[in-house]
């Protein structure tokens, strides 16, 4: 069946001719005159590519979500450096203006069937989750430009471009740590991680992500009222997001003679739609090759918005969450272990597994007293999860509840590791994050399955 395109720019000229004649893959349904009118079209259904040829620069990742979300994929015609590199940073497929009808034919159904190898519209933008997971091997394999897939953004690395299961050149890894609401604990487990991970010697990146309550900042003692991931997720939307800017972007956290750099979250929850997720998902690309580790403080919410609204060009308040769990290598679930936190887990897990299955989350139970499960807390919890949590999921680590240690870190708008060391809670959460610590008493506290 024939691909319906729509085309924006007097620069498509010819071309539209050319594909006409090719009598093949692809059929242009609708010249448009101005880019309100591409929007417009692609959310009425005709299309399902749109191609680009007058001005590179109209093209943002807020554009790429939203064409993606009507599952239209996207083809600009560029020649200049900076536009490619541009485009190369957003992960926008482009060609050079001089292409023949057959590439251009090819390449646009190249990026219609990744988009269909996607499941849900906020994935249906990214080449690098393609990449990841290997669904766009092909082109990227080939060394092809059209992708312009290179994760340094820089458009350098096309000769070499990856091959199977190295999608993803940067080295660092990125963690996302996730709960349900009812402030189980996600801050505090996040910032602690990084934390450890930054004093251990690791570069390492904090981003708040959460839309609903950000508190790394507060939890940091820092005053930053610019919103440090929302200028990163600006510069990416634009396409300028590169490591310095990036750098520029977070402030540093001195820790143990260590720096821990910080993207802060948004100060007033009405700004979560500046997390886009296309952005948020470029940032963390970018991070990847900036820290050996980032760490991500997510929101709770999975829910998706879009099948609560018939508008599906609706910005999504829990896309950015989503991104980053579909991002992450590893996912920590943190809940509270009482009677209230542990179903909420459990439900909230079911949800993840819905949302986004390839998660595989590691399960943090946080809180964890005997006052609020009986004598021997980790058994009693033990015991509950056999039977009501998640087959396949086992509890990862315990960690204590410690509301005078927690207070006084927050107090002084510190980590755990400068102002309770020798504390439980501080040598469960090193051990998650796989730091040794040197201890006069081991900790009873322990990591329990494999990490
Ligand atoms: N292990 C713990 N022991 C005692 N209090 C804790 C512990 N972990 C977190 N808290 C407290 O619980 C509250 C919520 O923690 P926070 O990390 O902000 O949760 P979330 O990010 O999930 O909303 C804070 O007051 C925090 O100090
Ligand atoms: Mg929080």
Request: overall charge negative; aromatic content about 2%.
């Amino acid at each position: 069946m024939s691909i319906p395109v729509v085309t924006l720019g007097s620069g498509v000229g010819t071309i539209v001719q050319d594909l006409e004649r090719l009598h093949g893959p692809v059929t242009v349904v609708r010249r448009c005159a101005e880019l309100s009118e591409l929007i417009a079209a692609c959310q009425s259904g005709i299309a399902r590519a749109a191609i680009l040829a007058d001005d590179a620069g109209d093209v943002t990742a807020a554009l790429v979500d939203r064409l993606a979300a009507s599952g239209v994929a996207l083809l600009v015609l560029a020649d200049q450096e900076a536009a490619k590199a541009r485009l190369d940073a957003l992960k926008v497929a482009h060609a050079p203006r001089g292409s023949t009808a057959d590439v251009l034919s090819g390449l646009i159904t190249e990026a219609v069937h990744q988009l269909q190898g996607q499941d849900t519209p906020t994935l249906l933008a990214d080449p690098a989750r393609a990449l990841r997971t290997g669904t766009a091997q092909r082109g990227a394999a080939a060394g092809d430009p059209r992708l312009g897939m290179d994760a340094t953004g820089d458009g350098t690395a096309q000769e070499d471009a990856p091959g199977e299961g190295d999608g993803v050149r940067a080295n660092g890894t990125v963690s996302a740590v996730w709960g349900p609401a009812g402030a189980p604990g996600r801050t505090t487990v996040a910032v602690n991680l990084a934390a450890e991970a930054a004093a251990a010697g690791k570069t390492v990146l904090l981003i708040d992500a959460d839309t609903y309550g950000s508190s790394v900042a507060a939890s940091l003692g820092l005053l930053d009222e610019s919103a440090g991931v929302a200028h990163a997720c600006r510069l990416a939307d634009q396409g300028l997001l590169d490591q310095a800017s990036l750098l520029r972007s977070a402030l540093g956290v001195s820790l143990k003679g260590r720096r821990l750099l910080v993207l802060t979250g948004i100060t007033r929850s009405d700004r979560w739609i500046e997390l886009r997720p296309t952005a948020l998902g470029v940032v963390l690309e970018q991070a990847r090759h900036l820290a050996d580790l980032t760490v991500i403080d997510c929101g709770f919410s999975l829910e998706a918005d879009e099948e609560l609204s018939f508008d599906t060009m609706a910005p999504r308040r829990n896309g950015a969450t989503l991104r980053a769990l579909e991002l992450a290598d590893t996912v920590y679930a943190v809940g509270a272990a009482d009677s209230v936190g542990v179903p909420r887990l459990v439900r909230a897990l079911a949800e993840l597994a819905a949302a986004v299955p390839g998660a595989a989350p590691k399960v943090v139970l946080n809180k964890v007293r005997a006052s609020a499960v009986g004598r021997s807390p980790e058994r009693q919890l033990r015991d509950a999860w056999d039977r009501f949590g998640p087959a396949g999921t086992p509890i990862t680590a315990f960690l204590p509840a410690e509301p005078a240690t927690v207070d006084a870190a927050l107090l002084a708008g510190n980590a755990l590791l400068e102002t309770a060391p020798a504390s439980p809670l501080r040598h469960a959460i090193a051990a998650l994050a796989d730091v040794s610590v040197a201890s006069r008493r081991r900790s009873r506290w322990a990591v329990t399955g494999a990490k």
